[in-house]
């Protein structure tokens, strides 16, 4: 499990591509430590071909994440799946949600079969279940929240309500009929390139670099 706020290292991507899933008779099961490594490797079987090679990574890695935490939230995706966004809003570029959003209904189908069947010694059963929509709105506010910040770097004392109202005000730009306007979203955070963090591993570092300049 990659420590959190940290994305999984490419070698543990690659050991995760690698693992084999065993035929499980009645009675046998399997440790909660394999859910993630289960659950990437029944998606590499089934759905991953389906997504477009460009946002495979993307998706995977946040497979790994929302999997690596999903018991400790009791399989509610209503809870885990804001936190994760807004984590990972920190340490990617714009692009990742880009890529992730239009995949986000073969991610949460994918999740609906396949995590009650995992053979884990207690079975894990997905609530909360969200919309594209509602996922897209968190994403947006997000987005809005950090173009924000941004505008504000050099007032650091600027009113929290004057910071509140920019942010509003970029969701409207951003935002509408439950859609992200991912070009308004390019205009507004290409000012500002994403710094990809010096003490991630090599390919971690290579994806985030090419993710950003999409």
């Known amino acids: 499990?990659?420590?959190?706020?940290?994305?999984?290292?490419?070698?543990?991507?690659?050991?995760l591509n690698n693992f084999k899933v065993k035929k499980h008779f009645p009675g046998n099961t399997i440790p909660d430590s394999q859910l993630t490594d289960f659950l990437v490797a029944r998606f590499a079987l089934t759905a991953k071909k389906r997504v477009p090679r460009d946002s495979q990574e993307a998706v995977q890695r946040f497979l790994i994440e929302l999997a690596d935490q999903l018991l400790a939230y009791h399989g509610k995706l209503s809870d885990l799946v804001p936190v994760l966004l807004q984590d990972i809003n920190h340490r990617a570029p714009w692009q990742f949600y880009m890529q992730l959003l239009p995949e986000w209904d073969l991610l949460q189908d994918f999740l609906k079969k396949e995590v009650p069947a995992v053979p884990l010694r207690q079975?894990?059963?997905?609530?909360?279940?969200?919309?594209?929509?509602?996922?897209?709105?968190?994403?947006?506010?997000?987005?809005?929240?950090?173009?924000?910040?941004i505008t504000f770097l050099k007032q650091p004392n600027a009113p929290a309500a004057l910071r509140q109202q920019t942010a509003k005000m970029l969701l409207?730009?951003?935002?509408?009929?439950?859609?992200?306007?991912?070009?308004?979203?390019?205009?507004?955070?290409?000012?500002f390139p994403f710094q990809v963090d010096p003490n991630l591993d090599a390919g971690t570092k290579e994806w985030l670099t090419a993710l950003s300049r999409q």
Do not use: N
Not at 142 to 147: E, H
């Open 1 to 15: 499990m990659p420590k959190q706020g940290h994305f999984a290292k490419s070698t543990r991507i690659k050991q």
């Open 123 to 149: 079975r894990c059963y997905l609530t909360g279940l969200l919309t594209k929509e509602e996922v897209s709105l968190v994403v947006a506010q997000l987005l809005a929240d950090k173009a924000s910040a």
């Open 172 to 191: 409207a730009t951003i935002y509408h009929d439950s859609q992200i306007d991912w070009s308004k979203v390019r205009a507004l955070l290409a000012p």
